[in-house]
């Protein structure tokens, strides 16, 4: 036998046999998450074809169209009772607490009063004008739920009755724990809470209230055009950058004092709920991004647990590397956390590639967002092996997109 033959056969034998070690390591499964209180996130990757990471953050998809109809306008008549309520923690809560309240809204036939929006600590409070176009909010959902700046005066002196309301509130617990509630006092304040991360798909949108929820989730809630101005700039900066070296712009979902409090450990079952510094750095590079590429981290003001990142990433930016100066006062010192996440999501869902190095909300709000405009490059990230060879970054799609078992892909198509 021809020796050149024989070396042959043994490269193949052992491609084969690294092929089939790859495919053991199949996918990063859910990963439980402390958020406003214990919540399950689908936090995995896939196989799939092999790619480069260039091929796969340079894929285009198109822009998805809804594929619901808007919610048949109910006849004009007086309203049955007023929902209130409070937007907290960042625009990734916001999403859910809005679609929630326009949903429930829509059954009952209330008038849904504006919110307002409560910071972390005690006592902050901001008007829903002051992150979010209330004109759009308002306009959009004309003909589907009646929308109100303020109570009238004969209401507030009364005082509400304050209903718990689950993330993705559904029609039977409307009916069972609601409508019961609504129909002895018609003047309700609606407080959320998440059990648990739920935005899987189920299904194209086939009742009203699917419609509803899709409009609301996708078609309402638009920041204010300071905002969009302030991440629109940011984002502009960043893709200089990258043009100016043929890369890309990777947006990390990186932020120092959220890993500190959730311990990015494996759990008992091997399972991680977030990734550090040092193990993104390795992820980014594994899967074929060098040097010339251009991260932008969520992190506001840089933290020397970072240098390892930027040693081997030198173009990786923070909020405060980036913000125009003109803006620093208002949106890093006395802006708080709710108008320094509001940039973060903007940026993130417009990015060339998205990395979630923490699991939760943000991750699961921002993925439906790219999903919507067709920006589904999103990288999970997964223990990187010791191994030298690069691994393709199609390994780590979001099975978000290639399962389509987010709630973006039941509401457009």
Not at 88 to 103: C, I, K, L, R, Y
Not at 277 to 295: A, C, L, Q, W, Y
Not at 302 to 321: A, C, G, I, V
Not at 358 to 386: C, D, E, H, M, W
């Amino acid at each position: 036998m021809d020796p050149r033959q024989v070396v042959a056969g043994f490269l193949t034998i052992a491609m084969f046999a690294m092929l089939g070690n790859m495919i053991k390591r199949d996918h990063f499964d859910s990963v439980e998450v402390s958020l406003q209180e214990t919540s399950v996130v689908q936090f995995d990757a896939l196989k799939s074809k092999d790619k480069s990471a260039t091929q796969v953050s340079r894929e285009s998809s198109l822009e998805l169209k809804p594929c619901w109809a808007k919610p048949v306008p109910k006849e004009t008549e007086q309203s049955k009772g007023f929902i209130t309520f409070s937007l907290t923690g960042g625009p990734e809560h916001h999403v859910s607490q809005v679609t929630d309240a326009v949903v429930i809204a829509r059954y009952l036939g209330a008038t849904l009063v504006l919110p307002d929006i409560r910071g972390s600590e005690l006592g902050q409070k901001r008007n829903f004008e002051d992150m979010y176009d209330a004109d759009n909010f308002t306009t959009s959902l004309i003909g589907v739920v009646k929308v109100v700046k303020e109570l009238p005066s004969e209401v507030t002196a009364d005082n509400p009755a304050v209903v718990r309301v689950p993330n993705r509130v559904a029609k039977d617990f409307i009916i069972n724990n609601i409508e019961p509630i609504f129909q002895t006092k018609s003047y309700l304040r609606l407080a959320s809470f998440f059990p648990s991360i739920n935005l899987k798909a189920k299904g194209k949108p086939n009742t009203d209230l699917d419609s509803t929820a899709c409009l609301a989730m996708f078609g309402s809630l638009e920041m204010k055009q300071e905002i969009l101005e302030v991440s629109d700039r940011m984002i502009e900066r960043l893709k200089i950058l990258s043009r100016n070296s043929g890369s890309q712009f990777i947006a990390v979902d990186l932020r120092v004092d959220v890993l500190e409090k959730k311990g990015c450990k494996a759990k008992g079952n091997g399972k991680k709920p977030c990734y550090t510094p040092v193990e993104i750095r390795d992820f980014i590079k594994k899967v074929g991004f060098n040097s010339d590429h251009t991260i932008y981290l969520t992190q506001t003001w840089w933290h020397e647990s970072l240098n390892p990142l930027k040693e081997m990433f030198p173009k990786t930016y923070t909020k405060d590397d980036l913000i125009p100066a003109e803006k620093k006062a208002h949106f890093l010192q006395s802006g708080g956390v709710e108008l320094q996440r509001a940039l973060d999501f903007q940026i993130c869902s417009k990015s060339d590639v998205f990395v979630p190095a923490i699991a939760g909300l943000f991750y699961g709000n921002v993925a439906g967002k790219r999903i919507a405009s067709g920006r589904t490059q999103i990288l999970v990230p997964s223990q990187v092996p010791s191994s030298s060879s690069p691994i393709a970054s199609s390994n780590f799609i979001s099975t978000y997109v290639s399962k389509k078992n987010h709630i973006a892909y039941s509401c457009f198509c």
